[in-house]
């Protein structure tokens, strides 16, 4: 689905930033990929992909 139009921005561009680079905040999604930087709109959704992302790895972790 996606999330920013304006850079064409989809759920799954934000979550893998989030797996792969570490992303946490909007700050640093606005830096890595431009989303929220045009209209804004998308910024309440892109943080829920960020927050949702983060809750299931970390619920998916191995305990060692």
Known sequence: MFVCLCHGITDKHIASAVREQ???TMRELRKQLGV???CGKCVQLAQQV???TIIDESLFK???
């Open 22 to 24: 570490g992303i946490g």
């Open 36 to 38: 929220g930087s045009q």
């Open 50 to 52: 960020i927050d949702n």
């Open 62 to 64: 191995e305990v060692s």
